[in-house]
């Protein structure tokens, strides 16, 4: 098992900012891809970003590039989500998840999930 948790949602106004932490509670994420995803109300969990292991690679989804960063520090066993110019159309759940390997783009690639946190970006 790998206990996620995520902290940093709150309610911004559009072209705000905030970042999002994701730790592991008692266990390296040293061995394990992340992924950051989102649901909004009414819809399907849409992938985020992504990185692997080490950090020296990342991906993101085209509605977030440019405006969204992923990181992660392993030595505190952490992942970030720092997001730019929020919009309105990014109020969401937002849920970081881990994998055994790399990277991945698809919900059911990953095998740990946070319980989330509430992000809403007010107009």
């Known amino acids: 098992q790998v206990p996620l948790v995520e902290s940093g949602g709150g309610v911004v106004q559009a072209g705000g900012s905030l970042r999002l932490s994701c730790a592991a509670s008692g266990r390296t994420l040293l061995s394990y891809g992340m992924g950051w995803f989102r649901q909004a109300p009414g819809k399907e969990r849409e992938f985020v970003a992504t990185i692997n292991w080490s950090g020296g690679s990342t991906d993101y989804a085209v509605p977030v590039k440019g405006r969204f960063t992923i990181s992660r520090d392993n030595a505190k066993n952490t992942v970030y989500l720092q997001m730019n110019s929020l919009k309105p159309e990014d109020t969401a759940v937002y849920y970081c998840?881990?994998?055994?390997?790399?990277?991945?783009?698809?919900?059911?690639?990953?095998?740990?999930w946070g319980q989330g946190t509430q992000v809403t970006v007010s107009s």
């Open positions: 998840a881990a994998r055994i390997g790399g990277g991945a783009y698809t919900w059911n690639d990953y095998q740990y």
